[in-house]
């Protein structure tokens, strides 16, 4: 059995390593973002280039819904939980250095 601090200490190792072998996590989630957007866009998924709006936020969101999905498959696989943890962590730094927008943005309407 693992506690709360042994896994959150297993996770700042686990970026740390990542992060020698990716580059820092914000440069590596943009990267990553500048693909998905490029994917999108490349498949007709989206068809309009501004519309392509991911970003390393997004990513770091992205990859911790994917753990949560396998998540619920295998709730005692340890590692994706580490890995969880770590990508809330990147997320979180990611997240505090952006800037808020002045006012919210109208819902857009979507045309199916």
């Known amino acids: ?6 896994l ?3 996770a700042i190792k686990a970026v740390g390593d990542r992060g020698l072998n990716y580059g820092k996590p914000e440069d590596n989630f943009d990267r990553i973002a500048r693909l998905w957007n490029a994917h999108l866009i490349n498949t007709g998924i989206v068809r309009d280039p501004s519309e392509a709006l991911l970003s ?3 990513v770091a969101m992205m990859c911790a819904l994917l753990k949560v ?4 498959h295998t709730p005692d696989h340890m590692d994706s939980w580490i890995d969880l943890a770590g990508y ?4 979180g730094e990611i997240g505090s250095s952006l800037t808020p927008p002045s006012a919210p943005a109208a819902p857009k309407t979507v045309k199916i």
Request: aromatic content about 0%.
């Open 8 to 10: 959150l200490e297993q």
């Open 56 to 58: 390393a936020a997004d």
């Open 1 to 6: 059995m693992i506690n709360k601090k042994e």
């Open 88 to 91: 809330a962590a990147c997320g």
């Open 69 to 72: 999905a396998r998540l619920q």
